[in-house]
Nanobody
Framework: QVQLVESGGGLVQPGGSLRLSCAAS????????MAWYRQTPGKQREMVAV???????KYADSVKGRFTISRDNNKNTVYLQMNTLKPEDTAVYYC????????????????WGQGTQVTVSP
């Protein structure tokens, strides 16, 4: 019954920045690993960033050095700061709680939300 709501997407020029937010009902972030995913048409959903309570965040090679994941457990919110955006970053972005803290974790704990569209174009 947990609901995940992503927001903050939009249209941005290459090299620009966006900050995505993921709000969840209930107090779930304090005890969960949280991650951001993205999906484009005809391609599988891929994890781009993951954060646990104690370990350093992990990032996909495609976004490393440009994206930063963070969390505010008191607000039940996870953020994704995206800098130096590229056209290939265009996708629908989702959040969820993977069972494991690796970028290849297959299973998630909650129903997917609607995601937020990020479009990087001149």
């Amino acid at each position: 019954q947990v609901q995940l709501v992503e927001s903050g997407g939009g249209l941005v020029q290459p090299g620009g920045s966006l900050r995505l937010s993921c709000a969840a009902s209930g107090s779930i972030f304090s005890g969960n690993i949280m991650a951001w995913y993205r999906q484009t048409p005809g391609k599988q959903r891929e994890m781009v960033a993951v954060i646990s309570s104690g370990d350093s965040p992990k990032y996909a090679d495609s976004v490393k050095g440009r994206f930063t994941i963070s969390r505010d457990n008191n607000k039940n919110t996870v953020y994704l700061q995206m800098n130096t955006l590229k056209p290939e970053d265009t996708a629908v972005y989702y959040c969820n709680a993977p069972v494991g803290a690796t970028l290849t974790s297959r299973f998630v704990r909650y129903t997917w939300g609607q995601g937020t569209q990020v479009t990087v174009s001149p």
